[in-house]
């Protein structure tokens, strides 16, 4: 799973959570997945989705309510989610019909939180009168010298003493972007989602307050093969990893062997 600024987004397939390698996916070609997206904040997320560069929203947005989670399963036209998300390879035969895309096989999230609310501390200052200083309401601005030789203005006084304080809290947000543009190299990994089986699922309208003026942004690259192998089935969370080396298993989140020290790629 990817963890950026209390939001979290996962791909799943077949109902388990699939496990990143520095952002890559891997998921075998032909699989149906669904993307589960949560927010770890006390504020609404609105998100935008793109899968190979094209928006499957339908020019929709998703609205992600504070501590819970919504499982986009496909394409939406207007607010039903029609056909799931399908990964298969992209073939030659594939390029020279749709064209070789620099972003097939990405997976972009953009989210953006309502605008945090401002936080204003106000202090009540009282003012302390000494009442062994005299008294003298006629002569407000008159200049009296005390017996340590200062001299006593009611006025500055009171502007002296007399304060209020305030401090505002807002959060920022950062925003990235994914160009697009044209290659003619095909790898034995890549692939493009396509619209797969029927679904039917169905999204109702929302309102949010006013949004944060930028954005964040999480990328997920998904791959059907491993080095020379074709992946024949999705690596999850819950899977452990085997040393290319040794043989010996671990968990999924150990990045190096702990008998041999060899990098698990």
């Known amino acids: 799973m990817v963890y950026k600024k209390e939001f979290i987004a996962v791909v799943k397939c077949g109902g388990k959570i699939l496990r990143e390698?520095?952002?890559?996916v891997q998921i075998p070609f032909g699989s149906e997945?669904?993307?589960?997206?949560k927010n770890k904040s006390s504020r609404k997320a609105v998100v935008n989705v793109e899968i190979d560069g094209q928006d499957v929203l339908d020019g929709r947005r998703v609205i992600v309510d504070p501590n819970s989670d919504v499982e986009l399963e496909g394409f939406l036209r207007c607010n039903i989610a029609k056909n799931r998300f399908k990964f298969i390879q992209k073939t030659d035969e594939i390029v020279e019909h749709r064209g070789d895309r620099v972003d097939d096989g990405l997976i972009r999230i953009e989210f953006r939180y309502e605008k945090a609310v401002k936080e204003v501390?106000?202090?009540?200052v009282i003012v302390n009168y000494d009442l062994r200083k005299p008294y003298n309401p006629w002569w407000q601005d008159y200049p009296r010298r005390w017996d340590d030789g200062t001299f006593y203005?009611?006025?500055s006084c009171m502007a002296k003493d007399a304060g209020l304080r305030s401090s505002t809290t807002t959060n920022?947000?950062?925003?990235s972007s994914v160009n697009c543009s044209y290659t003619a190299n095909v790898a034995q990994d890549e692939g493009i989602t396509v619209k797969g089986s029927e679904a039917n699922q169905v999204f109702n309208n929302g309102y949010t307050k006013e949004l944060s003026d930028n954005s964040e942004v999480i990328i997920l690259r998904l791959r059907g093969v491993k080095g020379s192998k074709i992946v024949e089935k999705p690596l999850t969370v819950r899977d452990r990893r085997e040393c290319p080396t040794c043989g010996r298993k671990m968990k999924s989140n150990v990045k190096y062997c702990s008998n041999c020290g060899t990098y698990l790629s």
């Open 21 to 24: 390698l520095e952002d890559v």
């Open 33 to 37: 997945y669904t993307l589960l997206l």
């Open 121 to 124: 501390i106000r202090k009540e």
């Open 153 to 155: 203005n009611s006025s």
């Open 172 to 175: 920022m947000f950062m925003g």
